[in-house]
């Protein structure tokens, strides 16, 4: 890891980094969605060769029920108890955050309110690339099933034998997925967004992937919604000289398993930066030399990580000055792994800054709200006179011809 000072303008990279750069990838995947458009499942059978090796047939890009069931047979004999204490975990977090409809009545007898509705039909997106990211499964499903969404698909890579890793398999059916895939890649994106003859098109993406998947994201935008576009994974620290080194350089270590990750140390505290260094030789990364504990916090605003820790012995003083982060760790016993497996929020987080303006999954991901207007004719009276003024500021008169029609 590298020791830098808050002045450097080497920040500036760290500052301005992006998702998606690379003109090229976004020439590819724009063809590759091009190519799905036109030839549908045809095209998600070129590309799975092309990609993953793999040779199929078209009746084989879905998952069957015999497939699903076999796939318990290859799961360790715990995992299943163990994952429904991880389950209610999420459950537990998700269902305090369901927002409910509301309204309002004023002494007029006008109503306003909103109605909130699930979508219809969702696509969960699941890596299978460097390691089968199987807590990514109930990390998206779960928040969608709290909110009620109808119909589940879930798409994945195949393997190098055409399988899709069985552990993911098993998640997926316990907890209720309707549909799952094997095809990933800009091409699955694609086929979600689109619909092919095996696919049927959904009304919003979700999970994270590579680049080609990020960026396959962010052009079917529009045409269905995204949850956001995620990179590489990050972790900012914020620690002084109280702070346990062992719990830092265990915590930048774990994050140096994700191939092209951000890790962040921003410290006030000399012997801590070269402490952590010297453990850490030769590892990416950069140790933040600040002033104090304030310029910590602005540094790590700037950056806007995916996931903050804040290691000092009072982790709440630090976070109210804390705006912009993906998820927040408070204390030395809150790993970000915790969050990656077991704590109950997503751990689908923005990334790039984008936490800047971007929230981690939620439950209100998978919900549209319709605004409620509900006026008596009293009500509607009182408000001719300000309606009035605004329609002629626009000249819009047939606007207020309408208000008048009803008296």
Do not use: C
Request: proline letters at 5%; zero cysteines; aromatic letters at 6%.
């Amino acid at each position: 890891m590298k020791i830098v000072r808050a002045t450097s303008k080497q920040l500036e990279k760290i500052f301005n980094r992006s998702n998606l750069k690379k003109k090229r990838v976004e020439e590819k995947v724009r063809k590759i969605i091009d190519d799905v458009r036109l030839t549908q499942d045809e095209a998600l059978l070129k590309y799975t060769r092309k990609f993953d090796k793999v040779k199929l047939l078209p009746r084989q890009l879905k998952v069957s029920a015999i497939e699903i069931s076999g796939a318990y047979q290859n799961i360790s004999p715990n995992f299943v108890s163990t994952l429904k204490v991880v389950i209610e975990n999420v459950n537990r977090f998700y269902r305090k955050a369901l927002k409910k409809s509301w309204r309002i009545k004023d002494s007029d007898g006008a109503v306003v309110g909103e109605n909130y509705t699930p979508l219809e039909r969702v696509g969960i997106y699941i890596p299978a690339g460097t390691a089968p990211l199987v807590s990514t499964v109930y990390m998206t499903v779960l928040p969608a099933k709290i909110a009620g969404v109808k119909k589940i698909a879930l798409i994945s890579p195949p393997d190098k034998n055409g399988y899709i890793n069985p552990h993911i398999l098993v998640v997926a059916n316990l907890l209720k997925v309707d549909e799952i895939y094997r095809v990933g890649g800009a091409q699955g994106i694609a086929a979600l967004a689109y619909g092919t003859k095996t696919i049927p098109a959904v009304d919003k993406i979700v999970g994270p992937g590579n680049i080609y998947v990020s960026e396959a994201k962010r052009q079917v935008f529009g045409q269905v919604d995204i949850d956001m576009i995620a990179g590489p994974t990050e972790l900012v620290i914020i620690a002084n000289r109280l702070s346990n080194p062992k719990f830092i350089v265990a915590d930048l270590a774990a994050q140096a398993e994700h191939a092209k990750g951000l890790a962040v140390l921003i410290t006030n505290s000399k012997g801590l930066a070269k402490e952590v260094k010297s453990r850490l030789e030769g590892e990416d990364g950069f140790i933040i030399l600040v002033k104090n504990l304030d310029e910590a916090v602005e540094i790590s605003n700037k950056i806007a990580p995916e996931h903050l820790e804040i290691l000092v012995n009072n982790p709440n003083r630090i976070l109210k000055g804390i705006k912009n982060a993906g998820a927040v760790f408070l204390g030395p016993y809150s790993p970000t792994a915790v969050g990656d497996y077991v704590a109950g929020p997503s751990h689908v987080l923005p990334t790039g800054g984008s936490a800047r303006f971007f929230s981690g999954l939620s439950v209100s991901d998978f919900l549209k709200s319709n605004h409620i207007i509900s006026y008596s004719k009293k009500s509607l009276e009182k408000m001719k006179e300000p309606l009035e003024k605004i329609a002629s500021i626009e000249g819009l008169t047939k606007h207020l011809d309408s208000v008048k029609a009803r008296f």
